[in-house]
């Protein structure tokens, strides 16, 4: 049977991205094969970017985690270089670009994985590999959490010590690679400390204290354009209510929409009461 994705990077079910990536950094610096010399080293190292490539990007990693291998194998009409090609695996559809095509959509691509060299360059951007063939290159380039939801011009410096002006568009995300004319460009996208990614959807947790939740209260969240927002909360919230302000989050770099705000409220139950607010609590009888 075919290695578990996870065992080939030597990482748990549910592990962080950023533990991902820092098992993807070891395992592929250690099979590449213009420096491991083993037999064994290419094979190997194709198996490390395969797993990297699902568990790196979220659609693939539910997939994958919902119907293993199977999500990647059968049931594929093609793949046709050059069109669009559809999977199908119980009640879900996918369709995707493959990766021989033009218009390939590297974020949106659920088979026919990319050249594993590539991969590895788009990480660790280019340096390896030169006598492989002449090949687009790729560079990378790290971006703040604020200049990915908004879009940015940044300055990239190419190969032979020259540098140029790309221009960002809104809503890319970590991991995500563009193509420019002569180029591609590898997107490093930072934490943020406040908000949390999932696609377009963001999300932010708010703490309210007891007395809150209880009677109810208006309240600042901060929001994507730096400025808080005020949002009323309702008497009796419960622990770990989810507020949705629709196409309020981060606009799809291809035009394909807005994706959602989220605000989970965290109620901070007190660990420590004076005996006189003991016995108020017991005579309110909550």
């Given amino acids: 049977m075919k290695p578990d ?8 079910k549910g592990t962080s991205a950023s533990e991902i990536k820092s098992a993807y950094r070891k395992k592929a610096l250690q099979w590449h094969p213009d420096k491991n010399k083993t037999p064994e080293a290419e094979e190997k190292f194709k198996e490390i970017n395969e797993a990297y490539e699902v568990l790196s990007n ?20 093609g793949p046709q270089p050059g069109g669009t090609n559809t ?25 026919g994985f990319s050249n594993p060299f590539d991969i590895f360059e788009q990480f660790f951007g280019g340096g390896f590999a030169a006598s492989r063939g002449p090949r687009i290159p790729t ?12 879009g940015v011009e940044k ?14 568009p809104a809503g890319v995300d970590d991991g995500q690679r563009i193509r420019f004319q002569d180029m591609y460009l590898y997107i490093d996208v930072l934490p943020h400390d406040t908000f949390k990614r999932e696609g377009q959807d963001v999300f932010v947790e708010i703490p309210l204290t007891l007395a809150q939740a209880i009677m109810g ?9 730096g400025k808080d927002i005020k949002i009323k909360i309702k008497k009796g919230t419960q622990p770990n209510t989810l507020i949705r302000l629709r196409g309020k989050g981060i606009k799809n770099p291809r035009g394909y929409g807005v994706g959602d705000f989220y605000i989970r409220l965290q109620i901070k139950i007190p660990t420590r009461l004076t005996r006189h607010q003991k016995n108020l609590l017991k005579q309110l009888n909550l």
Avoid: W
């Fill in 139 to 150: 560079y990378k380039i790290e971006l703040d959490f604020m200049e990915a939801v908004h």
């Fill in 58 to 77: 979220s659609q693939k990693k539910e997939a994958y985690d919902q119907f293993g291998h199977a999500a990647f194998q059968g049931g594929r009409t």
């Fill in 155 to 168: 300055e990239v410096n190419l190969q032979g010590g020259k540098a140029k002006k790309i221009k960002i």
């Fill in 217 to 225: 209260d208006n309240i600042n969240v901060p929001f994507l354009d």
């Fill in 5 to 12: 994705f996870y065992e080939i990077l030597g990482v748990q």
């Fill in 87 to 111: 999977y199908r695996q119980g009640p879900f559809t996918y369709t995707y670009t493959s990766a021989n095509g033009g218009g390939q959509d590297p974020d949106f691509s659920f088979g």
